[in-house]
């Protein structure tokens, strides 16, 4: 069953959605939901982030998905907790076709974001316990800051008070939470301080150099393009942007195959289990194998050890056009020199925020005229490969149609792949 909280939209609205107007009445269906869809409702904060966490605890439901404009930060923290997603446009909930899509396209998205630091969400924790805020008495935001802190302990090697379980009777919950509490008031100043000296300790590692979080955290510097041909785009991601990676695939194919161009796409990612998870059916260059030199050769490669002799000896094999795609989130980018710069992100708001240039844009989802390209939901996502550069193609290169624009010819231009 899929479950709507508003106070405001009609069941009558839907044919697949139940409408409710509280968490209480959502409680009442939790063993029979699968996907909670949050839009407008009359419970506080607080008592939210309690139904969140029985929820999550003893519910059935397996995607969690507020779509409210705005939604606030209070809400934002607490679905982040149950690895909720936010989106801060109600036009999803007005065509029962799109809300339908983005749902399903949800539950198997290829897309990964990065993981939130632990030392952030201290901080997080820290400032709304220094505020008096009543959501870090939630037992959902509890937990994440205790795996939090249990990280820290095994990534510096300290000793710090190992955080208790907590017991499914309610009473107890709160009983833990004060507890918890407390004990962070006693080593507040402590945490803060070891907290900067990590941070400190970061800034001003160099490469190579062994960091405070091991093999977790690595820092580049980037690497200088002095060619002028093959011309070199260099893709930004400055917040996770939904199906870029298929985009960029989609679109080194047609290279390939319709304009008999050579394409060397190179993704620069962070180096974790889950990117290992996730890229496992494409070559990747690792600190464990980049000696391995006829890994450079293939055509895509998925690089998370991005030194500069990895990326100069990447750069130097044959091809028409390099694509880099930087996706370590970084303060700068990984190449620089002659490269043509475009940027990817999550929202324009997000790009606005960084002081990217909107006109070289890529964003997910969202129509807006002045960015450079929007990345569609492509309905009925298809699992084969082939089947979903077709997808793309009929997106972005319909050549039986002369109403839509051919974003793959504009595309080539731009980068230089054809003449203008």
């Known amino acids: 069953m899929r479950v709507i909280i508003s106070t405001e939209l009609s069941e009558d609205n839907y ?31 607080f008592v939210v982030g309690v139904f969140l966490s029985e929820f999550y605890e003893y519910s059935s439901i397996k995607q969690y998905v507020c779509i409210a404009n705005p939604i606030p930060t209070t809400l934002k ?12 446009d109600e036009f999803y909930l007005e065509d029962e076709a799109e809300l339908t899509a983005i749902i399903e396209e949800d ?19 820290m400032q709304g316990f220094v505020r008096g805020e009543a959501r870090i008495n939630t037992p959902v935001v509890l937990k994440r800051t205790q795996a939090a802190i249990q990280e820290l302990q095994d990534l510096t090697n300290q000793q710090h008070q190992e955080l208790i379980i907590y017991s499914k009777n309610a009473s107890e919950i709160f009983k833990d ?39 977790e955290i690595n820092i580049f510097n980037p690497h200088k393009y002095t060619k002028s041909v093959p011309p070199l785009v260099l893709v930004r991601e400055i917040t996770p942007c939904r199906y870029l990676t298929s985009f960029m695939l989609s679109y080194a194919h047609y290279l390939h195959f319709e304009k008999n161009r050579r394409v060397k796409l190179i993704f620069v990612v962070q180096k974790s289990h889950g990117v290992y998870k996730k890229y496992e059916d494409f070559v990747e260059i690792t600190q464990d194998n980049y000696h391995m030199k006829t890994l450079y050769d293939n055509d895509t490669v998925f690089v998370s050890y991005p030194t500069k002799e990895v ?33 990817a992100a999550s929202s324009v708001r997000d790009a606005e925020r960084f002081n990217k240039d909107v006109s070289k844009l890529i964003i997910p989802i969202e ?7 929007t990345l ?24 039986t149609s002369s109403k839509s624009p051919d974003k793959y010819n504009e595309l080539d231009v731009r980068f230089g792949v054809v003449n203008s």
Do not use: M, W
Request: charged share 30%.
């Open 376 to 399: 569609p939901t492509i309905k009925g996502y298809p699992d084969n490969i082939d089947a979903r550069f077709a997808a793309y193609a009929k997106v972005f290169h319909d050549t």
């Open 15 to 45: 044919t697949q959605y139940k409408v409710v107007r509280t968490f209480a009445e959502a409680r009442e269906l939790k063993d029979d939901i699968e996907v909670l869809i949050i839009h407008k409702f009359e419970e506080e904060p």
């Open 107 to 125: 539950s198997k998205s290829t897309e990964l974001a990065p993981t939130e630091a632990p030392l952030e969400i201290i901080k997080d924790f």
């Open 177 to 215: 939470a004060s507890n918890i509490i407390r004990q962070i008031d006693v080593q507040k100043n402590e945490l803060i301080k070891k907290i900067d000296d990590l941070e400190k300790s970061v800034n001003n590692a160099s490469v190579g150099a062994t960091s405070v979080f091991s093999s």
């Open 311 to 343: 990326l100069r000896d990447l750069l130097d094999t044959p091809a028409d056009i390099i694509f880099v795609v930087d996706r370590l989130y970084g303060k700068t980018d990984i190449i620089d020199g002659k490269v043509h710069t475009i940027y």
């Open 367 to 373: 129509k807006n005229d002045n960015v450079l390209l």
């Open 77 to 88: 923290v607490l679905l982040k907790s149950v690895n909720g997603i936010c989106y801060e």
